[in-house]
């Protein structure tokens, strides 16, 4: 976390074994995420997330198709506005007076349900592919499919930016709703939203109530106070 920006990553399970594992990419993406964000504070942030991706993928000789990759949060702010960029299946949302606003790439889920993925093999045919799904990897050219916003900070007056093993207990499984999620995390800490969205989880250990892929999947959930709005 930066002062004027927070970046969560979730890294995916390698595509087979010789291959880094997704929390090795994703710690290196970090890295080079933060320094573009200090470096750079009101660059665009998908031009700073081509570059990140390029960077990694040249200091480690990484190859499209052939490399660990990782889902992409951000949300930065200035005095004026606030910016997320969203790849793939981590959250960003957002609230105010008039409400709540969920910044999400759903193209993952869409494939899900549709059947069109549901094998390893399924994954890496449609892994950064016209018509299938985008994610941090090798290929800087994926930025340029994230998904985008911007609000005036004014308006605003929290943030939650989620993993999609936390994001599962709002769109899958209805434990909360967003707001739910917002006041849990505000009264009792983000851990306490974890802990609702495992111990559903430990209930339904073989997938029968939410049949899902996994058991449990990573879990991270940050929360940002912009305290209230002005104007």
Known sequence: MLPNAVVLLDGAT???????????????LRRWLTAALHTAPE????????????????DHDL???????????????????????????????VFGPRGY????????????????????ADVRERRNAEGGFWVAEADPTAAAHARRASWPRADLT??????????????????????????????????????????AEHGDPHGVRWPRVKRHDDQTLALVEFGAATG
């Open 43 to 58: 660059s665009d942030l998908a031009e700073l997330l081509a570059s990140a991706i390029a960077g990694v993928a040249a």
């Open 101 to 120: 606003e969920v910044l999400a790439d759903d193209r993952i889920a869409v494939l899900r349900r549709t059947g069109l993925l549901r094998t390893a």
């Open 14 to 28: 390698a595509a087979h074994p010789a291959l880094p594992s997704g929390g090795w990419y994703a710690g290196l």
């Open 158 to 199: 929290a943030a939650l930016l989620a993993s999609d093993g936390v994001a599962v207990g709002v769109d899958d499984y209805g434990l909360l709703d967003w707001p739910g999620v917002l006041d849990l995390a505000r009264t009792r800490g983000p851990d306490a939203v974890l802990d609702a969205v495992r111990l």
């Open 63 to 93: 190859h499209p198709g052939d490399s660990p990759s990782s889902t992409v949060a951000i949300l930065r702010w200035t005095a004026d506005r606030v910016d997320a960029l969203v790849l793939a299946d981590s959250p960003v949302v």
